[in-house]
């Protein structure tokens, strides 16, 4: 099992910055990827970006790619998103998951079914 709780969210005006933390414990050394996705009222949750662990590779959806960072520690147990010249558009609440499957795709890790956990997630809140 892996928990993961995530913190860093509030109410930041457009062109702000935003960091939010993933802490993750308990069997994390399974852990191939990690994300973050995010999800608007009425909306699916959505692919924001992630990072592969045998790799340290990173994927970006492309209405963030340019403006958040995603990183970990060595440990790979927090993982970080820095968020940058914020949108209104980027409101949402952010969660972070975990993925134990390893896939060469780096594809695979854009789907809220390849991964095995999430946390409670935090309120991203950008005013205009």
């Known amino acids: 099992q892996v928990q993961l709780v995530e913190s860093g969210g509030g109410l930041v005006q457009a062109g702000g910055s935003l960091r939010l933390s993933c802490a993750a414990s308990?069997?994390?050394?399974?852990?191939?990827?990690m994300a973050w996705f995010r999800q608007a009222p009425g909306k699916d949750r959505e692919f924001v970006a992630a990072?592969?662990?045998?790799?340290?590779?990173?994927d970006y959806a492309e209405s963030v790619n340019g403006r958040f960072t995603i990183s970990t520690t060595n440990a790979w147990n927090t993982v970080y998103l820095e968020m940058n010249s914020l949108k209104s558009e980027d409101t949402a609440v952010y969660y972070c998951?975990?993925?134990?499957?390893?896939?060469?795709?780096?594809?695979?890790?854009?789907?809220?079914?390849?991964?095995?956990?999430w946390g409670q997630g935090t309120q991203v809140t950008v005013s205009s």
């Open positions: 998951g975990a993925s134990t499957t390893y896939s060469y795709y780096s594809s695979y890790y854009y789907h809220t079914g390849s991964y095995d956990y």
């Open positions: 308990g069997r994390t050394f399974n852990n191939n990827a």
């Open positions: 990072i592969r662990r045998r790799t340290g590779g990173t």
